[in-house]
């Protein structure tokens, strides 16, 4: 099933206005890069969406097995400053004393099945036109 996602281009040099699934998700570029750091980068978005993706699959796996949530997710990337490129990327769920310790890989690897993760790791094919109006 294809699904659209539509984008506005405000009156503003860098902020992207993207239209999806009724809800429109605002984007914008730092100052260092022209825009002016209204909003989240489209780097920022994917990087919130992937350990949002992380944490509420880790939830679904605690409450499925009665155990207590997480107290936070932390998730560290490692950037290459030449590339730009996302060379690594670490979670950190943190429990609480009372979170059974042999429940970790577990809970671990449950968390991995995150589908935004799993897009990164099995990419789509990517194909652009051009269309006049």
Same mark, same amino acid.
């Given at each position: 099933?294809?699904?659209?996602?539509? /984008?506005? *281009?405000?009156?503003?040099?860098?902020? +992207?206005?993207?239209?999806?699934?009724?809800? +429109? +998700?605002?984007?914008?570029?730092?100052?260092?890069?022209?825009? %002016?750091?209204?909003?989240?980068? =489209?780097?920022?978005?994917?990087?919130?969406?992937?350990?949002?993706? /992380?944490?509420?699959?880790?939830?679904?796996?605690?409450?499925?097995?009665?155990?207590? =949530?997480?107290?936070?997710?932390? =998730?560290?990337?490692?950037?290459?400053?030449?590339? %730009?490129? *996302?060379?690594?990327?670490?979670?950190?769920?943190?429990?609480?004393?009372?979170?059974?310790?042999?429940?970790?890989?577990?809970?671990?690897?449950?968390?991995?099945?995150?589908?935004?993760?799993?897009?990164?790791?099995?990419?789509?094919?990517? %194909?652009?036109?051009?269309?006049? %109006?």
């Amino acid at each position: 099933m294809a699904k659209k996602v539509f /984008t506005a *281009i405000p009156n503003n040099k860098k902020r +992207v206005d993207v239209h999806v699934d009724g809800h +429109v +998700v605002v984007t914008d570029h730092t100052t260092n890069y022209g825009g %002016e750091n209204a909003a989240p980068s =489209m780097g920022t978005v994917f990087l919130a969406g992937l350990v949002a993706c /992380t944490t509420s699959t880790a939830r679904g796996y605690c409450k499925k097995h009665d155990l207590p =949530m997480p107290e936070k997710v932390l =998730m560290t990337y490692d950037m290459d400053e030449e590339t %730009e490129l *996302i060379t690594n990327v670490s979670f950190e769920f943190v429990v609480s004393p009372d979170f059974p310790e042999k429940r970790y890989n577990a809970l671990m690897k449950a968390a991995g099945h995150c589908t935004v993760k799993n897009w990164w790791l099995n990419p789509p094919a990517f %194909e652009s036109t051009v269309s006049a %109006e």
